[in-house]
């Protein structure tokens, strides 16, 4: 198997391994790695050799930190829509092949995962995460919205933690992760490396043998809470229940989304909430055709400049608050 520079894909035992390898860029993914992966995805589903699929990031910092946004920002500033149009249109194709994969697709998470990364390793039937995973949704926070088919399995996480998660961008630990459906088994970092050979030599029969049982949920204490404010039928009554709530958790998450794209927050939430009734091919639909108006958005090309290109942690929305958001500018971003 020939392999990118950045994608090392090869054939060990009876499995495929797919080694996301930019270390420097905490494996983030840019188009030439999304079409590494999907060559090798698709010369191995026919092959009789290969029993399953895994998937790892190099070096012990990120498996995936997302989609290479930076690139996708400047594409926008310079009018390359069509650069803009094939990065998503692939990844989320992507997406739907590692969902539709017809082997197990084993995703072993040791690091930060976010958005794109969520995506390489959620739609597969296997997804380990060790005590070093973090994964995240962090898109309200620069002005964009969680997809790769985050429409689709958000909102069919447990009760209300996937709108929770999407709209504060809220940081979630490898046990956790398993906790809110992010993953499927916890392995410590110290196990990783003998998983992964086992897997070569066994295929995915040794996930059990390597699990670990799963440390408490620390979100457990405001369980509750969670379910109650954000299983409100809009934004500004997710605000009023938190400000009801008025306990330090409800201040703390208030501040949180305080600090995100407003408008982000409403569009993040309306492609949730429609997305609990579509499939997943008309999630990824939805999203990529989304991705055409944020995209071009002043909240999107602020957002990443602010967190992104200029790190200074200042975006400057417009509107700045959620009582100003123009329900009608937010129906028009899905006409």
């Not at 690139?71 to 969902?99: G, P």
């Not at 379910?227 to 605000?239: G, K, L, R, T, Y």
């Amino acid at each position: 198997m020939e392999s990118h520079d950045s994608v090392v894909a090869r054939r060990d035992g009876r499995i495929g391994r797919i080694l996301l390898n930019r270390p420097k860029a905490l494996n983030a993914l840019d188009l030439a790695m999304i079409r590494a992966c999907t060559t090798a995805l698709e010369t191995w589903r026919d092959d009789p050799h290969i029993h399953a699929v895994v998937v790892e990031g190099a070096g012990e910092r990120a498996f995936c930190a997302g989609g290479d946004i930076r690139a996708v920002r400047q594409f926008s500033l310079e009018d390359k829509r069509s650069d803009v149009e094939a990065f998503f249109a692939e990844e989320y194709a992507l997406n739907l092949l590692i969902a539709e994969y017809p082997k197990p697709y084993i995703a072993l998470v040791d690091g930060i995962c976010m958005g794109g990364g969520i995506g390489v390793s959620m739609h597969g039937a296997y997804r380990v995460a060790s005590e070093h995973a973090m994964f995240a949704m962090p898109e309200t926070a620069i002005g964009f919205f969680p997809d790769i088919g985050a429409s689709y399995f958000l909102p069919r996480l447990p009760g209300s933690i996937g709108v929770y998660l999407a709209l504060t961008g809220m940081r979630v630990n490898g046990a956790d992760a398993v906790h809110v459906g992010f993953a499927t088994h916890f392995t410590p970092r110290a196990h990783i490396h003998a998983l992964s050979a086992a897997l070569a030599a066994e295929g995915p029969g040794a996930l059990g043998r390597f699990a670990q049982t799963v440390p408490a949920w620390t979100l457990a204490a405001h369980h509750a809470a969670i379910e109650h404010c954000f299983s409100a039928d809009s934004v500004p009554e997710i605000f009023r229940r938190l400000e009801a709530d008025g306990g330090a958790w409800a201040r703390e998450t208030l501040n949180t989304l305080r600090a995100m794209s407003p408008s982000s927050l409403f569009w993040s939430f309306r492609l949730i909430s429609e997305g609990a009734h579509r499939t997943l091919p008309q999630c990824l639909a939805v999203e990529l055709a989304l991705t055409r108006t944020t995209t071009r958005h002043h909240e999107f090309l602020e957002g990443v400049r602010s967190m992104v290109v200029d790190k200074d942690r200042q975006p400057k929305w417009s509107p700045a608050r959620i009582e100003d958001v123009d329900p009608g500018a937010i129906a028009a971003m899905f006409a």
